[in-house]
């Protein structure tokens, strides 16, 4: 089973994944996880996005593939994976559905953690009051600019996912069992 978890920043996507993962014996995949681990191994393509993120720059979209491709052909990943945090645009889906095509896969399904705006933003000063704001980004000025960026850019994947019959949309703004019952529910659906 191979699934992507969709949603702004905050609404669970990582406790969410962490729970199906283990609940399913699936690998949760970081991009920034898969990054640092193929420049610290020294591959090619690690080789590669050292380079470029050493200039400051952003590592392209095929290296950033290219790494999903390669980690997705460990042993581990056999029963499947969750891709969490990646793709981020309509572009990374396309190229994401390429590579998996050519390796005789497909994504079951696509959950969308579907949260409202104000309510992350509730959640992160809540997070900050019971942390005393440890975090670099659990402030509402950040948020807010990692909101906008998410509109902008990542929610197109909705409808181009729902357009492939593969979106599942639950409802973020339940306590965090009743959302994990509720994509182990549609999970069941899209694996029948």
């Avoid at 992507?4 to 690998?27: C, D, S």
């Avoid at 572009?91 to 579907?114: F, H, T, Y």
């Avoid at 994990?180 to 029948?192: Q, S, V, Y």
């Amino acid at each position: 089973m191979n699934l992507i978890f969709l949603g702004p920043p905050g609404a669970g996507k990582g406790t969410q994944a962490g729970r199906v993962e283990t609940a399913h014996g699936l690998v949760q995949l970081s991009t920034g996880d898969m990054l640092r681990a193929a420049v610290a191994a020294g591959t090619e393509i690690g080789k590669q996005a050292k380079e470029i993120m050493e200039r400051g720059d952003l590592v392209p979209d095929e290296v950033v593939v290219k790494i999903i491709s390669d980690r997705i052909e460990e042993k581990d990943c056999a029963n499947g994976f969750i891709l969490d945090g990646f793709p981020r645009t309509t572009g990374q889906a396309e190229a994401l559905d390429k590579m998996l095509e050519e390796k005789g896969l497909k994504l079951n399904a696509v959950i969308e953690i579907r949260v409202d705006d104000s309510i992350l933003v509730d959640r992160i000063r809540t997070r900050a009051a019971e942390t005393g704001g440890d975090r670099a980004d659990d402030n509402e000025e950040t948020l807010k600019k990692r909101l906008e960026v998410y509109h902008a850019q990542t929610a197109p994947l909705i409808p181009y996912y729902e357009s492939q019959g593969k979106l599942l949309v639950v409802d973020g703004m339940s306590a965090i069992d009743d959302v994990t019952r509720d994509i182990e529910d549609k999970i069941g659906l899209a694996t029948a």
